[in-house]
């Protein structure tokens, strides 16, 4: 749950942080509030839905080509974000929604609209992209895992969105001058890196000229990605401070407006509080959750067994604890055959080889009394180790003894086709 929540922040700050600027920059007149507002949202949801397509048959079919799409969605996705970016600038301090609408606020709302459409799909494909570890194959949406999974998603998802809408509220209240800045700052950061990633693959492929000074910007950009998002959270945070900071509120001439201006002062203070602690969230997650959630756990060491005729014997002694224990044979042709055992209780013993069907050799690992694949973390049931099916040991037959696990050598020599 904490990879997918993680994960879900990466991808969903590019899309919706840029949304977000695109939506609080239209310009309209009250009148044609409503028609502005359907044509923004037809707009928005046209890019996710392509979005969503692209990536579908990116993971489906074979007719998707990642650097060829990022062609196609990198340079106009870049030019019209420039455009919008010229079009504020140029807009100034007029009001968006003045009666008598200029050709500036018209500029502003068209680039809006159209850089709305070309980001909402450049970024919304590796978004829809990334869902693609919540369901792993061989399982069902409808499985514990895979619903934990699905809910960090959503929950990272929901505090970009929660922390964007605070964005579009707070940056109404501050100069435009502030606003431009902003707007310029966070989109030029997500978008110009890549675009010198899209000229690196270009120049990999010889279509432009190759240059030292992109090669070495492009890998500090995806050295210090987690460090360009920590910067973003706390630049949007901007607006709500200012709005705080420099609130100038009319002069209540009754209590009527006396109460107005207490209700706005609040909300101000609400929204920089909700900034602050979308901020902190978003650092929490991208430093200590991103180092927990992509902490790889080393596997136990390999216990002694023996080798007895056709037989593998392993000591009961070493196995009565109830924990998970490891133990490997060398099969004919060199290759490492693990497997693994744990007492269920005081007859019965979970053993099976150190793979499984679905994820392979990757390994189990005991966390806190849990047996844990070590691929896709899915948790073990110990009653169920020792039966196919899942994410399950690959089960191989043993026999129970006063003093010994008894395991056939002749069939770990077969398994050994597992771990080639």
């Not at 990198?74 to 009001?95: D, H, K, S």
């Not at 120049?203 to 000074?213: D, E, I, K, L, N």
């Not at 609400?270 to 991208?286: D, E, G, I, P």
């Amino acid at each position: 749950m904490l990879k997918f929540f993680v994960i879900a922040i990466r991808l969903a700050m590019p899309l919706m942080l840029t949304a977000a600027i695109l939506l609080s920059s239209r310009g309209f007149a009250p009148r044609s509030r409503k028609m502005v507002t359907r044509v923004t949202v037809l707009v928005f949801c046209g890019g996710l839905l392509a979005a969503a397509v692209l990536a579908w048959l990116r993971l489906n079919t074979q007719l998707i080509d990642i650097p060829t799409l990022n062609a196609w969605l990198g340079p106009p996705t870049f030019l019209l974000v420039t455009l919008f970016l010229v079009a504020i600038w140029t807009l100034g301090g007029r009001n968006l929604h003045d009666v008598n609408q200029t050709w500036r606020h018209r500029f502003v709302t068209v680039t809006a609209w159209a850089a709305l459409l070309s980001s909402s799909a450049f970024f919304g494909f590796p978004y829809f992209f990334g869902t693609d570890g919540i369901v792993l194959m061989g399982s069902s949406f409808f499985e514990t895992e895979s619903l934990q999974r699905f809910a960090g998603f959503i929950l990272g998802s929901a505090l970009v969105a929660v922390a964007c809408w605070g964005y579009v509220v707070s940056v109404k209240r501050v100069p435009w001058q502030l606003r431009a800045l902003v707007a310029t700052v966070v989109l030029g950061a997500l978008v110009v890196p890549r675009m010198l990633l899209f000229y690196q693959q270009l120049a990999t492929r010889r279509f432009v000229p190759q240059s030292s000074s992109v090669f070495q910007s492009v890998l500090w950009v995806q050295n210090n990605q987690a460090i360009m998002y920590l910067a973003l959270g706390v630049v949007i945070c901007i607006p709500a401070l200012v709005a705080v900071l420099s609130g100038n509120y009319p002069i209540a001439k009754n209590p009527a407006e006396v109460r107005i201006n207490r209700a706005e002062r609040t909300s101000r203070r609400q929204f920089l509080a909700l900034a602050a602690s979308s901020s902190v969230a978003f650092a929490m997650a991208l430093t200590v959750g991103k180092a927990r959630a992509e902490y790889v756990p080393e596997l136990s060491a390999i216990e002694p067994s023996e080798v007895v005729g056709p037989e593998l014997l392993v000591a009961r002694e070493l196995v009565d604890d109830g924990h998970l224990h490891r133990f490997a044979y060398q099969a004919s042709d060199g290759v490492e055959v693990r497997f693994i055992v744990i007492k269920k209780n005081d007859v019965a013993f979970g053993c099976g080889l150190d793979a499984c069907e679905i994820c392979g050799p990757s390994g189990y690992y005991e966390d806190k009394g849990r047996v844990i694949c070590k691929r896709c973390d899915v948790m073990m049931n110990v009653q169920t180790i020792g039966f196919p099916g899942g994410c399950n040991p690959i089960p191989i037959t043993h026999e129970v003894r006063e003093k010994h696990l008894a395991f056939q050598v002749a069939e770990l020599e077969e398994m050994a086709k597992v771990f080639r």
